[in-house]
């Protein structure tokens, strides 16, 4: 039986969600174009992300992936085109555009000599924010670590153990936006399934999130639109579709398989 809460709050979400289509972008590649030590890396990448949406790029190794996250953070200089951020020009509001990111590389740099509750204070602090333990706790079991384990040395946490830390980490800084980099690397499939339903809380209360990843599984599940890089180009587009709870994971693995065998 369905919680008819639960339903009309999905119903209200999905509906927001539609609705903020018509707003403008929160993130925004125009155009971009990314050259690194001589090589073409981004070429004429133009998508822009709604409020609220759940925007994945899919692609291989060295598709671009990460050359666009980093390129959203400021780190890259674009060749061609630009992106924005909340409307502003990324190259020209750095601070601005920050501050209202949290990002999550796919190896967080976490310190082994301290816990997790270290980790999240110190790196909390670096941000100016300052939390309680319930906060901190609040937020770890949101990403299901165990609680015994939250006072141990993270030089004996598993990597799963670790990139669980590191989501947590992202969620507290309660930033508008999300930038993710293979966020479910080194996660087992519960683990997985559990991560898909928190970035969709996520966003049903209004964050903005942008992931990047090789898992087609995953994407399909959490998603509301995956866009599809090869070689740097953008090359094919998916949308959830009204009324459905993902999108059609074998056309899109179809797509993957072809162009990655292309």
């Given at each position: 039986?369905?919680?008819s809460?639960?339903?009309?709050?999905?119903?209200?979400?999905r509906?927001?969600?539609?609705?903020?289509?018509?707003?403008?972008?929160?993130?925004?590649?125009e155009?971009?174009?990314i050259?690194?030590?001589?090589?073409?890396?981004?070429?004429?990448?133009?998508?822009?992300?709604?409020?609220?949406?759940?925007?994945?790029?899919?692609?291989?190794?060295?598709?671009?992936?990460?050359?666009?996250?980093?390129?959203?953070?400021?780190?890259?200089?674009?060749?061609?085109?630009?992106?924005?951020?909340?409307g502003?020009?990324v190259?020209k509001?750095?601070?601005?555009?920050r501050?209202?990111?949290?990002?999550?590389?796919?190896?967080?740099?976490?310190?082994?000599?301290?816990?997790?509750?270290?980790?999240?204070?110190?790196?909390?602090?670096?941000?100016?924010?300052?939390?309680?333990?319930?906060?901190?706790?609040?937020a770890?079991?949101?990403?299901?670590?165990?609680?015994?384990?939250?006072?141990?040395?993270?030089?004996?946490?598993?990597?799963?153990?670790?990139?669980?830390?590191?989501?947590?980490?992202?969620?507290?800084?309660?930033?508008?936006?999300?930038?993710l980099?293979?966020?479910?690397?080194?996660?087992?499939?519960?683990?997985?399934?559990?991560?898909?339903?928190?970035?969709?809380d996520?966003?049903?209360?209004?964050?903005?999130?942008?992931?990047?990843?090789?898992?087609?599984?995953?994407?399909?599940?959490?998603?509301?639109?995956?866009?599809?890089?090869?070689?740097?180009?953008?090359?094919?587009?998916?949308d959830?579709?009204?009324?459905?709870?993902?999108?059609?994971?074998?056309?899109?693995?179809?797509?993957?398989?072809?162009?990655?065998?292309?």
């Amino acid at each position: 039986m369905v919680d008819s809460d639960k339903a009309a709050s999905g119903s209200q979400a999905r509906t927001s969600r539609e609705s903020s289509h018509n707003k403008a972008p929160v993130l925004a590649a125009e155009s971009l174009g990314i050259v690194r030590s001589g090589r073409q890396v981004l070429k004429d990448v133009t998508f822009r992300i709604a409020p609220g949406e759940i925007h994945a790029l899919l692609g291989g190794n060295g598709a671009g992936k990460s050359t666009t996250l980093l390129t959203f953070l400021g780190f890259l200089t674009p060749a061609s085109g630009g992106v924005q951020v909340q409307g502003r020009d990324v190259g020209k509001n750095l601070n601005e555009v920050r501050r209202a990111i949290a990002y999550l590389p796919e190896a967080a740099s976490l310190y082994g000599h301290l816990n997790a509750y270290e980790n999240l204070g110190y790196f909390l602090a670096l941000a100016g924010t300052d939390l309680d333990r319930e906060a901190l706790d609040e937020a770890l079991d949101r990403v299901a670590l165990q609680p015994g384990a939250r006072g141990m040395r993270m030089q004996t946490y598993s990597k799963g153990m670790r990139q669980k830390v590191a989501i947590a980490l992202a969620i507290l800084r309660d930033t508008p936006i999300l930038l993710l980099d293979e966020p479910t690397s080194g996660l087992d499939p519960v683990a997985i399934d559990d991560f898909n339903r928190l970035v969709r809380d996520l966003a049903d209360t209004g964050r903005t999130i942008l992931l990047v990843t090789h898992d087609v599984y995953g994407a399909c599940h959490v998603a509301d639109r995956i866009d599809l890089l090869q070689n740097g180009e953008l090359v094919g587009a998916f949308d959830r579709p009204p009324g459905m709870d993902r999108i059609d994971t074998e056309a899109v693995h179809e797509a993957f398989a072809g162009r990655a065998a292309a």
